[in-house]
T-cell receptor, first 110, second 113 residues
Framework: TQLLEQSPQFLSIQEGENLTVYCNSS?????LQWYRQEPGEGPVLLVT?????EVKKLKRLTFQFGDARKDSSLHITAAQPGDTGLYLC??????????FGTGTRLTIIP | DTAVSQTPKYLVTQMGNDKSIKCEQN?????MYWYKQDSKKFLKIMFS???????INETVPNRFSPKSPDKAHLNLHINSLELGDSAVYFC????????????FGSGTRLTVV
């Protein structure tokens, strides 16, 4: 069974600060997705990364895929209260089943 | 129009009852899923259907039975509800099985008392 470990589990920072959260696996990802889930809602896809070393930017969010495709990071610059939510990394490891990470609960304090 | 819609949003019921959750997607996707999110926010797949055929059936009690009348609908029926069934259940869809980018519904919070 593939396991995706995310760290930190909880993160609470002040508005305007920068932060990085991580996703790691002992298995190689075929591709990796990052989702954000807000309270009372389902997860919403932010990005998909496929190639080792790939970097994608989505406004203040920067996603990096490790060279060996076993880890990924999400960096947020100048965090805002609207960034608050549960961040989940996922992969299907090349099969039909999407496996979710353990999640990082991010709180941005105004 | 909501892409993946689930009903009801909240469901409170007594132990031993039977209940159903409905899901519909208007994205034209071939594959639909049921996920369970526990109190620690961990999302675990339960079932997946591709064009009305069951393709994923994780270790889930037989009390849970999915039904897909057509590829736009995937319902979940639960018999003899137990306290441990309390969770948030999410329906999702994807263009085909194993493709990137699932679209999730907003969830059904089931509370068994």
């Amino acid at each position: 069974t593939q396991l995706l470990e995310q760290s930190p589990q909880f993160l609470s920072i002040q508005e305007g600060e920068n932060l990085t959260v991580y996703c790691n696996s002992s298995s190689v990802f075929s591709s990796l997705q990052w989702y954000r889930q807000e309270p009372g809602e389902g997860p919403v896809l932010l990005v998909t990364v496929v190639t080792g070393g790939e970097v994608k930017k989505l406004k203040r969010l920067t996603f990096q895929f490790g060279d060996a495709r076993k880890d990924s990071s999400l960096h947020i610059t100048a965090a805002q209260p609207g960034d608050t939510g549960l961040y989940l990394c996922t992969s299907n490891f090349g099969n039909e089943k999407l496996t979710f990470g353990t999640g990082t609960r991010l709180t941005i304090i105004p | 129009d909501t892409a993946v819609s689930q009903t009801p949003k909240y469901l409170v019921t007594q132990m031993g009852n039977d209940k159903s959750i409905k899901c519909e997607q208007n994205l034209g996707h071939d594959t639909m899923y049921w996920y369970k999110q526990d109190s620690k926010k961990f999302l675990k797949i339960m079932f997946s259907y591709n064009n009305k055929e069951l393709i994923i059936n994780e270790t889930v009690p037989n009390r849970f039975s999915p039904k897909s009348p057509d590829k736009a609908h995937l319902n979940l029926h639960i018999n003899s509800l137990e306290l441990g069934d309390s969770a948030v259940y999410f329906c999702a869809s994807s263009p085909t099985a194993g493709t990137y980018g699932y679209t999730f519904g907003s969830g059904t919070r089931l509370t068994v008392v």
